[in-house]
């Protein structure tokens, strides 16, 4: 999804496979929506992260919101995101994404360097706008159909194709191949900051959907999925064709 991060996909990897084998033992005049077969196990995975979002990951981010400066936490998400440069980087090259690649290249040499570490985004004031790629739109984007829809415990909402990649990726991560002291504990505090930071993010627009959603699950899936067609098609995909989302004006 070595490091904590690569430990949690890969008992992820096995709640996948055993959600996939259920598909098949699932109540047979279940009608699931289309793309979602595993419907009945992901409503319950679903309930079980709705729980424990509400019991531990929402509070720690708003407490983290509350009592960390707006700028300490833009410096935590700059930083972050530098990690992530290697891996945007070797998805720009998969996808022939050569002018991309050079930005990214430029971006990560330029924060890692006068933008200390990363926590500085100097290269955005430089109009060198940053932008995200993995391994599940480079699969994607070369035609690997996304698979079943997934919900993954304490994870969220996948697929068969972007999971897939996720769990290739932090494989491969250097951050997670690289041997030096206190990999570990660097391994934890990063999956840590991620998560939280994320969370913190996305206060208002849980809040909103879980407000005034008709059915809640169903439009988390129709968002991401209506997302990932949307990055994959690097934005240029016509979302007038696209299913209606159960629940307006919210943006993912």
Not at 17 to 31: E, V
Not at 143 to 168: I, K
Not at 184 to 213: H, M, P, Y
């Amino acid at each position: 999804m070595g490091t904590l991060i690569a430990r949690i996909v890969a008992r992820y990897g096995l709640t996948a496979a055993s959600c996939m084998m259920l598909c098949g033992c699932a109540h047979p005049f279940w009608r699931h929506a289309e793309g979602d077969p595993l419907e009945p196990v992901n409503r319950t995975v679903y309930a079980f992260n709705k729980i424990a979002d509400k019991v531990v990951l929402a509070p720690v981010a708003k407490t983290y919101q509350t009592i960390t400066p707006k700028p300490a936490r833009k410096g935590v998400r700059n930083f972050l995101d530098n990690l992530q440069s290697p891996v945007i980087l070797a998805n720009d090259l998969l996808q022939g994404k050569f002018k991309r690649a050079a930005k990214t290249t430029a971006r990560f040499a330029i924060n890692s360097t006068v933008g200390i570490g990363g926590l500085i985004d100097v290269a955005k004031k430089a109009g060198i706008e940053k932008h995200y790629e993995d391994l599940g739109q480079t699969l994607g984007v070369h035609g690997v159909p996304s698979g079943p829809y997934l919900v993954v415990p304490l994870l969220g909402p996948t697929s068969v194709r972007d999971f897939a990649g996720l769990v290739t990726e932090q494989t491969l991560n250097p951050a997670s191949v690289a041997r030096f002291k206190g990999r570990q504990t660097f391994g934890r505090a990063r999956l840590a900051l991620n998560t939280v930071d994320s969370r913190a993010q996305s206060l208002e627009q849980v809040k909103t959907i879980r407000k005034t959603a008709v059915d809640e699950y169903a439009s988390v899936r129709s968002i991401y999925q209506q997302y990932r067609k949307a990055v994959i098609a690097d934005g240029k995909l016509d979302m007038e064709n696209l299913p209606d989302f159960d629940l307006l004006e919210y943006e993912p």
